[in-house]
């Protein structure tokens, strides 16, 4: 189980941008495809973006072109560029890496977004 820790959450104003960071623990996270979601008050977890290992992407349609995932796996880490950000963006947002052999999903703990004026 790789340890995932999100960070850079946090209270912005509509309009405004925030980069979300997860680290990973596990030396070879090269391997795994990666992801962020999101659960809303009241809501139930939904897809944000999600990045193979091989670099393919895939976005939910409600954050297409405001939302950017990115990979450094030199340094173990996910990224979510979130711009452009709306009020109906407020969840938490949970990190997540799937293993390529087992296909077992890693979650972080969560960093709380909050879109409000």
């Known amino acids: 189980q790789v340890q995932l820790v999100e960070s850079g959450g946090g209270l912005v104003q509509p309009g405004g941008s925030l980069r979300l960071s997860c680290a990973a623990s596990e030396k070879v996270f090269s391997i795994y495809s990666v992801g962020w979601y999101r659960r809303a008050p009241g809501k139930q977890r939904e897809l944000v973006a999600t990045?193979?290992?091989?670099?393919?992407?895939n976005y939910a349609d409600s954050v297409k072109g405001r939302f950017t995932i990115s990979r450094d796996n030199a340094k173990n880490t996910v990224y979510l560029q979130m711009n452009s950000l709306k009020p109906e963006d407020t969840a938490v947002y949970y990190c997540?890496?799937?293993?390529?052999?087992?296909?077992?999903?890693?979650w972080g703990q969560g960093t709380q977004v909050t879109v409000s004026s």
């Open positions: 990045m193979s290992h091989v670099g393919i992407i």
């Open positions: 997540n890496a799937v293993h390529p052999l087992t296909n077992f999903h890693s």
